[in-house]
């Protein structure tokens, strides 16, 4: 069964190689898939299925032709924090993140949050997940996405 949350997966690797190789998404996706198709997957994963790649492939290419936007959002919502110092894995989490609360209003802002915060506590450190949630409910709450908690605008 193709799942959403591996595409993002996915997608959060190729963005990760894109960043610290200094290349297109699109050289990542295609070195990803390629290592995913000759080899035996990841660590005995199945393989990709079609859906799994197209989402990865929409997130990918999304993030990387929207990335001005994208970066000037986090930018905004980031307290004390740039984000070419933030840890490589967290800034591209909020990449998808920021991309899916910005450019896919057919997924639900509560998922893009929640798939996040998933995504920064499988991939990042310890304190990844209170960082990435703090960021993307500030991104949700700024676009309109979500309602401001009690006593907040």
């Known amino acids: 069964m193709a799942s959403r949350r591996r595409a993002r997966q996915f997608a959060l ?53 929207h990335r001005e936007q994208i970066d000037m959002l986090i930018d905004s919502c980031s307290t004390n924090w740039r984000l070419t110092r933030m840890p490589i894995v967290d800034r591209n989490v909020l990449r998808i993140a920021a991309y899916e609360l910005l450019q896919c209003l057919d997924i639900p802002a509560t998922v893009a949050i929640n798939e996040a915060i998933e995504l920064a506590k499988r991939y990042g450190t310890a304190d990844s997940r209170a960082f990435v949630n703090g960021i993307v409910d500030r991104m949700a709450r700024q676009l309109g996405r979500i309602e401001g908690r009690r006593g907040r605008p």
């Open 13 to 65: 690797l190729a963005l990760f190689e894109a960043d610290l190789r200094d290349v297109s998404a699109a050289t990542a996706l295609n070195d990803l898939w390629s290592g995913l198709m000759d080899d035996d997957g990841i660590e005995g994963e199945r393989p990709p299925e079609s859906e799994e790649v197209e989402f990865a492939q929409r997130l990918g290419h999304g993030v990387e032709a």
